[in-house]
C-alpha cells in the first residue's frame, strides 16, 4: 500500500495519497464511476512511489522520475480517465519538475473528466503556494460552490463534508469557519457532526495546508 502524507487521511484527493482503504472509502464524488479495481489502484501506486522516489535523487535523476511517472499516469488515463488521484498525482509531478501550468492543466483536465471540486481547491492552493491569492481565491470559492451542491445530492462522503470546511478556511479564516460550526450547532445540527468538523479543523492554519501540499 502506498505511503500516505501529512492530512492525506482527510485530504486525500489534494495530497499525493494511494493507501487503497483510504481511497475506496474516501473518493466516491459524483460523476466518478472508476471501478478502483487492483489495476487502477497498481498504476496509481507505482506513479506515486516515482514521486517520492524522485525527492531523495539528484536533480538529474529526479526530473527522469518525475518525467516517468507522468507517462505512467498518461498511459493510466487511457484505461480509466475517472479516478480523481491520477490528475493530483500527475500534477504533483508537474509541480515538482517547476512545470507550474503543466500542473494547472493537468487539475483543470481531472475536474473536466471528474467534476470532483477537491481538484479545484487544489489549484486554489496552487496559486496560493505561488503568491497569487486573487486568483486562489477564485478556485476557492467555485471549489465552495461545488461541494455545496454535492452534499445537497446526499451522495458524498465524510471527507467532502471535511474539505468543504477546509475550503471556508482558506476563504474565511478558521476562527470565522468554527464559528460558523458552531452557529450550526446551535441551528439543531447534530451535535457529533460538528464536533467532528471541527474537530479536523482546529489543529490546522491555512499556511499548513499550503506548505503541506505538493512536498
Not at 485530504?11 to 487503497?20: A, E, N, P, Q
Not at 479516478?83 to 500542473?103: P, Q
Not at 441551528?187 to 499548513?208: C, H, S, Y
Request: proline letters at 2%.
Amino acid at each position: 500500500m502506498g505511503k500516505i502524507t501529512y492530512l492525506s487521511i482527510v485530504l486525500v484527493l489534494i495530497t499525493s495519497c494511494t493507501g487503497r482503504n483510504q481511497e475506496k472509502s474516501l473518493t466516491e464524488p459524483s460523476k466518478i464511476t472508476s471501478r478502483l479495481n487492483d489495476e487502477v489502484f497498481d498504476c496509481n501506486d507505482k506513479a506515486f512511489n516515482l514521486i517520492e522516489k524522485s525527492k531523495a535523487v539528484q536533480q538529474s535523476l529526479k526530473d527522469s522520475l518525475l518525467a516517468e511517472a507522468i507517462s505512467l499516469i498518461d498511459d493510466c488515463l487511457k484505461q480509466d480517465s475517472s479516478f480523481v488521484s491520477y490528475y493530483v498525482n500527475k500534477a504533483n509531478a508537474f509541480y515538482n519538475l517547476n512545470k507550474f501550468n503543466g500542473a494547472i492543466v493537468a487539475l483543470e483536465d481531472g475536474f473536466n473528466y471528474t467534476n470532483h471540486p477537491s481538484l479545484l481547491f487544489t489549484i486554489g492552493i496552487l496559486y496560493e503556494k505561488e503568491g497569487d491569492n486573487t486568483k486562489a481565491s477564485v478556485y476557492f470559492t467555485n471549489a465552495l460552490t461545488r461541494y455545496d451542491s454535492l452534499l445537497s445530492t446526499g451522495n458524498y462522503t465524510p471527507s467532502d463534508e471535511i474539505n468543504r470546511e477546509y475550503v471556508k478556511l482558506m476563504l474565511y479564516g478558521k476562527r470565522k469557519t468554527i464559528e460558523d460550526l458552531k452557529d450550526r450547532k446551535k441551528m439543531g445540527e447534530n451535535k457529533e457532526r460538528v464536533k467532528f468538523l471541527i474537530d479536523a479543523i482546529e489543529p490546522l492554519t491555512k499556511d499548513q495546508i499550503i506548505s503541506s501540499t505538493f512536498n
